[in-house]
């Protein structure tokens, strides 16, 4: 891995290579130009080095995506402290715990974080700042005030002739150095901080110029959709563009399925990055209802006309998407199978790819001109993908990986990290699969029993039914998923049931109050619509773990 460059030299490029162009705009708000990108880093430098913040410091941010958090993200790597960024949806006590065991310095908070937060729950955090104007919410850290007080007459101090490219000096990263810490939830007891190299970030975007720089135009625009908190977010739709001198749209606010319809629309992005769901949702209302005509049905019977039929529903998906795409890139989970193969029907360019936080996140992904149905692609540039199985093509194994994606290992967790990562480098995933002969990944299963929320979120099913299980009538649970919904099966106590002569109604009036009571305690990503209750005991394996696959 010697022939690593510094990720760090490669913002530098972008920046002085676009200095001029427009770089980061909060969707229906502001723009940032590269340069202005690259003065914002700066100043937040000046406040980091007052702050007596040093190389390897910890440095937390938590907010909507926005082109602040971008740069806040930007200014700690540069600056060669460690990024730790928290998914905005965790409640105020995921995020306390994660500050607290990453060890932040500072904390850069949206205005919505802001008022979840109880700075007295950090006890080491040196500064709180507000995201959208970087101003100080909380400062213990007399140098930290001062400085933010009197910056404009700091960075005029050292750059007396203004800021320019020649003044783009910043931390020169080594490939095995810590860049971030990507916490996979944020309950103590179940969190594992992942520790990422700069090689894994730069194994990553290097990638996605590769794969597909070639095919985008010099002034691309993207729309960033996905957490960037979240590694398939901040690499593919943040880091990865960033670097290539593109323009970056953040929406800013609740991706709905309109809002992202709206916004695709008006931004017309050269490259779409997706979870399922909003791939899936969008053509089923934007799509299916323009096209299930029975006159388009019969037409598509019709070997003469057809083809080109099948070219005009290309188009009408084509501008559901904003028109300009060069194709469709799902990760986190499959693609409903109904919909691949509408899409593929039509010859639609769109792709499966598959990673974990871990590989930062890419392990596999093909092009698709190069898609199989059911695939998530082949192993990425510098990774080593194998399935531990007999015969891979046939049966299904673990699927492990070893590379320059792969993490340095757990935060604080040497067990879990040598539970991950074996003697030989590889990474265990957890999930199952088949490999084709040509390298083409088929994932038959998960191991781990992550699900996917509908923006792309972990869930983690364990966490829930921990704090569920402790509830009022409840003996044991199982957290599943109905299409982007979260559903409890709970098999109640019954022996204390009947001791207190519940009927079935005033049984659902208390797991009613269960999951609203369990909600209030949970991001709202994961939060339960429904519950059904089985007054049978779930199914279990000889070691007395409930055989989660039977009621999936």
Same mark, same amino acid.
């Given at each position: ?329 799902? =990760? ?5 199978? %109904? &919909? $691949?193969?509408? !899409?593929? *029907? ?109 923006? =792309? ?5 364990? %966490? &829930? $039914?921990?704090? !569920?299980? *402790? ?82």
């Amino acid at each position: 891995m010697n022939d690593i460059p510094s990720f760090n030299s490669c913002i530098e490029k972008s920046i002085k290579d676009n200095w001029l162009l427009d770089a980061l705009t909060d969707y229906k708000g502001a723009t940032l130009q590269y340069h202005d990108v690259a003065r914002k880093i700066e100043k937040l430098h000046i406040m980091m080095e007052a702050a007596g913040i040093q190389k390897g410091d910890r440095i937390a941010v938590c907010g909507r995506n926005s082109a602040h958090w971008a740069v806040a993200f930007l200014a700690t790597l540069t600056y060669g402290a460690v990024i730790v960024p928290i998914l905005h949806e965790f409640n105020g006590e995921q995020i306390h715990n994660i500050v607290n065991h990453s060890e932040s310095r500072l904390l850069f908070v949206g205005d919505y974080v802001v008022n979840i937060i109880d700075e007295k729950e950090m006890p080491d955090l040196e500064g709180i700042f507000n995201l959208p104007d970087f101003s100080l919410h909380v400062s213990r850290n007399d140098k930290l005030t001062d400085a933010r007080e009197h910056l404009n007459e700091l960075f005029g101090r050292r750059y007396p002739n203004a800021f320019r490219r020649e003044d783009v000096h910043w931390h020169v990263d080594q490939p095995e150095e810590m860049a971030l810490i990507n916490y996979t939830s944020g309950t103590t007891g179940f969190s594992k901080g992942v520790m990422l190299p700069y090689r894994a970030l730069w194994g990553n975007v290097a990638f996605c110029q590769d794969k597909l720089g070639n095919h985008m135009p010099k002034f691309s625009r993207l729309l960033s959709i996905l957490p960037m908190a979240h590694m398939y977010g901040m690499a593919m739709e943040f880091l990865f563009p960033f670097c290539s001198g593109y323009h970056l749209y953040f929406l800013t606010r609740l991706p709905s399925p309109a809002i992202i319809a709206e916004a695709f629309k008006e931004v017309c992005p050269d490259v779409i990055i997706a979870v399922p769901l909003i791939i899936e949702k969008i053509i089923r209302k934007r799509v299916f209802p323009k096209i299930q005509s029975n006159a388009i049905k019969i037409l598509l019977q019709m070997p003469v006309v057809s083809k080109k039929v099948k070219e005009r529903i290309c188009q009408e998906v084509l501008e559901a998407f904003g028109g300009r795409t060069y194709e469709i890139i799902v =990760g986190g989970a499959p693609l409903n199978q %109904e &919909i $691949e193969q509408f !899409l593929r *029907s039509i010859d639609f360019p769109i792709t499966v790819g598959y990673g974990t936080t871990e590989c930062a996140p890419l392990i596999s992904y093909s092009d698709y001109h190069d898609f199989q149905p059911g695939s998530c692609g082949t192993a990425v540039d510098r990774m080593e993908v194998k399935i531990l199985s007999a015969d891979p093509a046939n049966i299904e194994g673990e699927i492990v990986c070893r590379g320059t994606n792969v993490m340095l290992g757990y935060y604080k967790n040497e067990e879990a990290t040598n539970k991950a990562l074996d003697a030989d480098g590889w990474y265990h995933t957890g999930d199952l699969a088949t490999m084709s002969a040509d390298g083409h990944i088929f994932i038959r299963g998960r191991l781990k029993n992550m699900l996917l929320g509908a923006n =792309g979120q972990n869930v983690y099913p364990e %966490e &829930i $039914e921990d704090k !569920l299980n *402790s509830m009022a009538l409840v003996s044991e649970s199982i957290i599943v998923q109905r299409g982007d919904k979260l559903v409890a099966l709970v098999h109640p106590d019954i022996d204390e049931v009947h001791s207190m002569g519940f009927s079935q109604e005033e049984l659902e009036s208390v797991m009613e109050q269960n999951r609203q009571e369990l909600n209030a305690q949970l991001p709202v990503y994961s939060r339960l619509q429904s519950f059904e209750i089985s007054m049978d005991e779930f199914l279990k394996t000889p070691k007395k773990s409930i055989k989660r696959y039977l009621y999936k």
